[in-house]
């Protein structure tokens, strides 16, 4: 039997909320002829929104992370677990670090972003950043224990501009985001902080077979901010113009919404929500988060 090897090669990188929603709509509406490939640091992924929630013991790991074995099972899609290191964007091949280097025809990134640290003296080796999410979890279940077994004395890191010394015991770094140094250096464009610029079609304005979403992107006509929410709005546009790319049709382009709702768990049965200027708390806003986040997590659990 003869087998024709016409595949395209799809390569996504990274496993954030863009690429999570993509995957489960693959699934859904298979393309012919393409081969899908997901490189991923880890075997699972967290959902943001219920990150806190799972912090303060209201979810537990599987609750609030994406099976991305099962997903990319679903997808019809080979699962890469490792770390990138780089792109040779001449050859068309994904750098990893601990295997051959992967060969695409459209790539796809979606990798999130990390807290900026190195601006900060100190805080790269006192600070626990916030991101990469699994680093947390595992430095918060040693803190639970550490906690438990041999409380620590306070030292004072916080030093303010008007002088001011706040002591501490553990420091979480949750301050603006900052991006991989691997973008920037493959020769991808990037702005000032290294977040890989795109168009509105999602596509990179210096390789328009490269796509990204979700924090590592920066859309050059609508910069949106590093949150969650958009990531996910991300997904079905990214979708749609990954299926368009493939056979060669045009791509229709994302328009990010002007306002969003926000809404904050307070750990302690409520929330807070904001809309623009408004703003409000309330423990039946808790209540209309936790359905939202089921939801959402229940269209990866139920496959």
């Not at 050859?91 to 790539?107: E, H, T």
Request: proline fraction near 8%; charge should be neutral; charged fraction near 15%.
């Amino acid at each position: 039997m003869f087998i024709m090897n016409n595949q395209q090669k799809l390569v996504l990188i990274g496993g954030g909320h863009s690429h999570a929603i993509a995957l489960r709509l693959f699934g859904i509406n298979p393309l012919p002829n393409v081969r899908l490939t997901l490189i991923s640091e880890a075997p699972d992924t967290p959902y943001s929104g219920m990150l806190p929630g799972h912090i303060a013991g209201f979810y537990t790991h599987d609750e609030c992370h994406i099976n991305l074995r099962s997903l990319t099972q679903f997808a019809q899609a080979e699962l890469m677990i490792d770390r990138v290191i780089g792109l040779d964007l001449e050859n068309n091949k994904v750098i990893c670090a601990d295997r051959q280097p992967v060969y695409f025809d459209f790539l796809s990134i979606d990798i999130g972003s990390t807290p900026a640290t190195i601006s900060v003296p100190g805080a790269a080796e006192y600070a626990i950043a916030v991101k990469p999410v699994p680093k947390l979890l595992q430095k918060w279940n040693q803190l639970i224990r550490l906690i438990s077994n041999q409380p620590e004395k306070p030292i004072c890191f916080v030093k303010c501009e008007s002088g001011l010394k706040v002591e501490f015991d553990y420091l979480f770094w949750v301050t603006q985001a900052s991006a991989p140094d691997w973008p920037k250096i493959s020769g991808l464009a990037t702005d000032a902080t290294g977040f890989i610029l795109v168009n509105d079609n999602l596509q990179s304005v210096s390789h328009p077979h490269v796509f990204a979403a979700g924090d590592i992107a920066t859309i050059v006509n609508n910069p949106c901010p590093k949150a969650g929410v958009f990531a996910v709005r991300q997904g079905k546009p990214l979708f749609n113009n990954l299926r368009q790319i493939l056979p060669g049709k045009p791509l229709q382009p994302y328009k990010p919404q002007k306002r969003y709702l926000s809404l904050i768990g307070t750990g302690d049965g409520s929330a807070i929500a904001s809309w623009g200027s408004l703003g409000w708390e309330s423990p039946l806003l808790w209540y209309g988060k936790d359905w939202i986040d089921r939801r959402f997590m229940a269209k990866f659990h139920n496959l």
